[in-house]
């Protein structure tokens, strides 16, 4: 991932744009759409869970780490309350 993501924290998203089976480039894009006009692109191999989760940050982390990858934070650390019980919003 590139650290250019780090430029996202603590904007507020307007709108979420979806393109997928693409003939050309990515198979898939997503593209974060801020309420200042700017917008963030993730691509390639993307893929939606099946809900919002409750239990901030801290839940996030946690969750990433069960699948032994290099885990970065860009942002509060504490965002979201750890005595959230965790669920999933539908």
Known sequence: ?????KLIVGK???AVVVSERCDRGPNSQVFLVFDDGTAYELYGDVNGSGGLDRGGTGW????AKKFGGDVTVYG???IGSSEIKWDRIR
């Open 60 to 63: 996030a982390i946690g969750y």
């Open 76 to 78: 509060d650390e504490e």
């Open 12 to 14: 507020k998203i307007g």
């Open 1 to 5: 991932m590139k650290d250019e993501i």
